[in-house]
C-alpha cells in the first residue's frame, strides 16, 4: 500500500482486503521451459548447439513481484544465460573419465546447470527442481568434420586400451615362464616372442599360424 509491502496470502478460502491495497496473483504451480537453442564455443572451442530445459517454481511472491521487474522474463533470461556460461567450460566429448564433458557425463552436467541456475534465480524468489539438456550438437558448419575427428578419437583411445592390455599379458606371460623354469630365454628370444604376442593380440585380424621348423639362430 502506498509502496509499502502488506503481506501474502497463501491459505485456501475466501480473503477480504482494502481496496487500497494493490492486489497480484502468482501461481505457485510448478513450471518448466526450454530455452532457446544456443550456439556457443566448448572450452576447446569447438561450436556447438546446445539447450535445457529448467523445471522451477516460485516460493517467495514478495521477491517474485518486487526484486524483480518481471520474474518469468527475469527466469528465462538467466538460464539462457546460466547454459551458455556451462557451455564453456567443458567440452563436448572427451575419451577421458576424470574429464568432465557435455556429452559423456549427463548427470554431473545436469547438477552443476541447476546449481548455477538456481544461484542465479534465488533472489527472484524461484526455485529450480530440475535442469537438464534437451539439445547437444555440433553446429552445422563444423559437424562432419568434427565426426570424423570424434570417430578418429575413438580409434586412438580403443587402441590404447589394447595396447596397455597387450603388453600387461605379454608381461605376465613372460613373468610366469620365468616362474616356472619352463623354458629360459634369452634377449633375441624374448623379443622374438614379445614382438609376436603383440602382434597376435594388437592385430585387427586373426593371425595365421607359422610352425616354424628351424631353429630362431638358423
Given at each position: 500500500?502506498?509502496?509499502?509491502?502488506?503481506?501474502?496470502?497463501?491459505?485456501?478460502?475466501?480473503?477480504?482486503a482494502?481496496?487500497?491495497?494493490?492486489?497480484?496473483?502468482?501461481?505457485?504451480?510448478?513450471?518448466n521451459?526450454?530455452?532457446?537453442?544456443?550456439?556457443?564455443?566448448?572450452?576447446?572451442?569447438?561450436?556447438?548447439?546446445?539447450?535445457?530445459?529448467?523445471?522451477?517454481?516460485?516460493?517467495?511472491?514478495?521477491?517474485?513481484?518486487?526484486?524483480?521487474?518481471?520474474?518469468?522474463?527475469?527466469?528465462?533470461?538467466?538460464?539462457?544465460?546460466?547454459?551458455?556460461?556451462?557451455?564453456t567450460?567443458?567440452?563436448?566429448?572427451?575419451?577421458?573419465d576424470?574429464?568432465?564433458?557435455?556429452?559423456?557425463?549427463?548427470?554431473?552436467?545436469?547438477?552443476?546447470?541447476?546449481?548455477?541456475?538456481?544461484?542465479?534465480?534465488?533472489?527472484?524468489?524461484?526455485?529450480?527442481?530440475e535442469?537438464?539438456?534437451?539439445?547437444?550438437?555440433?553446429?552445422?558448419?563444423?559437424?562432419?568434420?568434427?565426426?570424423?575427428?570424434?570417430?578418429?578419437?575413438?580409434?586412438?583411445?580403443?587402441?590404447?586400451?589394447?595396447?596397455?592390455?597387450?603388453?600387461?599379458?605379454?608381461?605376465?606371460a613372460?613373468?610366469?615362464?620365468?616362474e616356472?623354469?619352463?623354458?629360459?630365454?634369452?634377449?633375441?628370444?624374448?623379443?622374438?616372442m614379445?614382438?609376436?604376442?603383440?602382434?597376435?593380440?594388437?592385430?585387427?585380424?586373426?593371425?595365421?599360424?607359422?610352425?616354424?621348423?628351424?631353429?630362431?639362430?638358423?
Open positions: 500500500m502506498f509502496g509499502k509491502y502488506v503481506g501474502t496470502a497463501k491459505t485456501e478460502g475466501l480473503r477480504w482494502s481496496p487500497f491495497y494493490m492486489k497480484k496473483m502468482i501461481s505457485l504451480r510448478v513450471r521451459f526450454e530455452t532457446n537453442r544456443l550456439k556457443v564455443n566448448d572450452i576447446d572451442g569447438n561450436p556447438i548447439e546446445i539447450a535445457a530445459i529448467v523445471v522451477w517454481k516460485v516460493v517467495d511472491t514478495a521477491e517474485a513481484s518486487f526484486e524483480v521487474d518481471n520474474y518469468e522474463m527475469f527466469v528465462k533470461i538467466q538460464s539462457e544465460s546460466a547454459v551458455r556460461n556451462l557451455a567450460q567443458h567440452p563436448y566429448d572427451s575419451h577421458s576424470t574429464k568432465i564433458s557435455l556429452r559423456g557425463h549427463t548427470g554431473s552436467i545436469s547438477d552443476q546447470m541447476r546449481t548455477e541456475i538456481q544461484n542465479r534465480l534465488e533472489k527472484a524468489g524461484v526455485e529450480v527442481i535442469a537438464r539438456i534437451s539439445h547437444l550438437a555440433y553446429a552445422p558448419e563444423i559437424a562432419e568434420a568434427m565426426l570424423r575427428r570424434q570417430q578418429a578419437g575413438a580409434i586412438i583411445a580403443a587402441r590404447q586400451l589394447i595396447v596397455e592390455g597387450a603388453v600387461g599379458m605379454v608381461e605376465m613372460l613373468a610366469m615362464l620365468a616356472k623354469n619352463i623354458i629360459e630365454l634369452d634377449h633375441e628370444r624374448k623379443a622374438a614379445v614382438s609376436n604376442l603383440l602382434v597376435v593380440l594388437c592385430g585387427e585380424t586373426a593371425s595365421q599360424p607359422v610352425i616354424n621348423t628351424g631353429t630362431l639362430y638358423q
